[in-house]
């Protein structure tokens, strides 16, 4: 799936630290999958302010990532967790159309 700059920082967030082993071992290799390289890192000058990221929009590049059965039903739970809590915000728009693309909440 090709995930933007925004869309691995969201994923990042709201991926779960608990869970049962299967999960916390895909957790751990998305979140491998999701990290940004030193060379990335240099292209796109992430900055973090507080609980913000900052990026150079212009270096934006969107990346393939392989995402596993597993993997995406954990994204879709935390999602659809969220939208049940109502702690969504518009910055998940874009993520929730991408794993959840005929609305089921």
């Known amino acids: 799936m090709l995930l933007s700059v925004k869309d691995r920082i969201l994923l990042f967030t709201l991926l779960p630290s608990e869970g049962d082993i299967l999960s916390l071992r895909t957790v751990r290799k998305l ?3 999701l990290a940004f390289s030193d060379d990335e890192n240099r292209e796109l000058k992430i900055q973090q302010t507080g609980p913000s990221y900052h990026w150079d929009p212009a270096a934006d590049k969107l990346k393939e990532v392989e995402l596993s059965g597993i993997a995406q039903a954990i994204i879709k ?3 659809k967790r969220m939208n049940e809590n109502k702690s969504l ?3 998940h728009i ?6 959840i693309p005929n609305g089921e909440g």
């Open 94 to 99: 874009d993520l929730w159309d991408k794993f």
């Open 77 to 79: 739970n935390a999602l």
């Open 89 to 91: 915000t518009v910055d």
């Open 31 to 33: 979140r491998e999958d």
